[in-house]
């Protein structure tokens, strides 16, 4: 039996003891979250085996559990497009993206000293200025990524170092969608990012948004650093203040986000 073949039996066994308990003591609840997860996972651009599996018994387990927050976003929101151009966000979310963006190309030298100081051979590095509309202690000030935006909640700057990728995975929450832009871009199909069955190849575009509770993979195979600005923005909505207070709760415990979903990265101040 293979590593892959055991690590999926695990997957199965443990669910197996998980979930027979907890139909017996609570049935309503299961069938509830077996039916979010249903309706989760359908809005996908193509479902398949390897990823259903991952959602309901890998590293998709807290996109799941959350995905009634999600669902309720989605009813509060204009309809979710999945992948995003500039074009097709309102005028006063594109005017902090480009404000953003403006800036990171405008301090990119900066920022990749800052990085080339700290990173070293570690795989992947984030250099965080705000995370969920906190700011953080940082040692590169950019009055931009300082400022107090309506719409955008996180700025910082993701950096893979060479021949690095992430594995296929899940995002948690859909009350942002994320926004990045690589800085240098490569002429190279090596350096792309995977969206269920869609591929965006950096050399094309440098701006990428997406939903990033969608199924996806950042890959990185070059010789070269590849240097991100990574930001979540308030996605369009129909009632703001619901979503402001929802974001503020996500705050508290953004800390819990960056090591469950981050714990291959090394945060750079």
Known sequence: MDRNTRKRVR?????????????????????????CGALDIKRHFKVTPDMAEKYFLGNGIPTWLLSPINLLADLLSARNLGTYR????????RAEVEACVKAFVENGDLIKARVAEVLGDRKRGMLTFKWFARKQDITVRIPAFEQDYRYIKTI?????????????HFGPLRLT????????????????????????????????????????????????ARYCLFMDIVRPNHLQPVFDAAIAGAAVIAASFKTVFYKNWSFIR
Request: net charge negative; proline share 5%.
């Open 177 to 224: 969608f994320r926004v990045l832009y690589n800085l240098d871009p490569i002429d190279s199909d090596g350096v792309f990012i995977n969206v269920d069955d869609k591929t965006h190849y950096w050399k094309n575009q440098p701006l990428f948004m997406f939903d990033d509770t969608l199924f996806h993979q950042s890959v990185n195979d070059v010789d070269q």
């Open 156 to 168: 910082a700057v993701s950096v893979f170092n060479q021949r690095e990728k992430t594995s296929w």
């Open 11 to 35: 997957r199965y066994a443990v669910a197996l003891l998980v979930l027979v308990p907890l139909l017996y003591l609570v049935p309503y609840l299961v069938l509830f979250f077996l039916v």
């Open 86 to 93: 500039l074009e097709d966000l309102p005028a006063a979310h």
